[in-house]
């Protein structure tokens, strides 16, 4: 779950002991080899149609000379991840690393293609970055249902995109 070694696992389960006096620890070699032993698929079956969850977050490159960058107006770049998740399993379908000056919205269509590969999708959900007319059709002309948030500033009317004028009065009512 945690991703440790075995050596950091074999101390941190030293340090748990610590709080629970009857757990003995086993040494790393044990571990390791109880481990190997266990036969697991930790992959869900994706047979059926799934929901998935698209959103991005930005990463600082550095954090060396964050003063000199405030002070002077100097601006370092960020990278962005891009995500598909599986609603329902936690797993993620789709992932994109792009540099800051790729919108989210601009990623909507790569990261379906990605995650349609994986698994059949029923609906798609998404944050107001996303809602724009070419990924309401592109989801229509795939076949999966939209449910992007469509921004509060944004029209009401189909301006050639019928997919998100009926995505904005069904899934997220304006109050």
Known sequence: MF????????GFLKALAKFEPKLKVPDYTTIWNRLESLKLDLKPSLNEPIVIALD???IKVANRG???RHKWKVRRGYLKIHLAVDVKSKQILALEVTDESIKECEMLKPLI???????KI???LADGAFDSRENFNCLSQM????????RKN??????????????????????
């Open 122 to 124: 029923k609906r798609a």
């Open 3 to 10: 991703r440790l070694a075995f050596r950091q696992l074999e």
């Open 113 to 119: 293609e990605k995650a349609n590969k994986k698994a």
């Open 56 to 58: 991005a977050s930005g």
């Open 143 to 150: 076949g999966i249902e939209p449910g992007i948030k469509v």
């Open 154 to 175: 944004s029209s009401k009317k189909a301006k050639g995109c019928m997919p998100r004028k009926l995505n904005s009065h069904r899934v997220f009512k304006r109050s």
């Open 66 to 68: 964050e003063w000199i």
